[in-house]
Nanobody, 124 residues
């Protein structure tokens, strides 16, 4: 069992930055791939980025590539999402998730555990 708790969301102006954190419980955190998804009102949950269990292989949605960076600190059981050059269209609830699988990391159904989400609002 893995429990995930996101933090770091808030209100920021367009062009600004935020860093989201996702703290995980459980001793096997390092064996999970970690993903970030987001969901805007009235829209489906969408993939933002993912980081393989090895901490090296990353995947990003085209809409955030070059602006967002995922990293993990296995010693702290934490994964981060650094978000730069934020745009109003980045406004959403952001969720972190953990997957025991190593493939299909862009898909919601791949993930075994989810956090409760943190709101990110980007004003124009």
């Amino acid at each position: 069992q893995v429990q995930l708790v996101e933090s770091g969301g808030g209100l920021v102006q367009a062009g600004g930055s935020l860093r989201l954190s996702c703290a995980a419980s459980g001793r096997t955190f390092s064996s999970y791939a970690m993903g970030w998804f987001r969901q805007a009102p009235g829209k489906e949950r969408e993939f933002v980025g993912a980081l393989a269990w090895n901490g090296v292989t990353t995947y990003y949605a085209e809409s955030v590539k070059g602006r967002f960076t995922i990293s993990r600190d296995n010693a702290k059981n934490t994964v981060y999402l650094q978000m730069n050059s934020l745009k109003p269209e980045d406004t959403a609830v952001y969720y972190c998730a953990a997957a025991s699988a190593s493939l299909g990391l862009k898909l919601v159904r791949t993930y075994d555990y989810w956090g409760q989400g943190t709101q990110v609002t980007v004003s124009s």
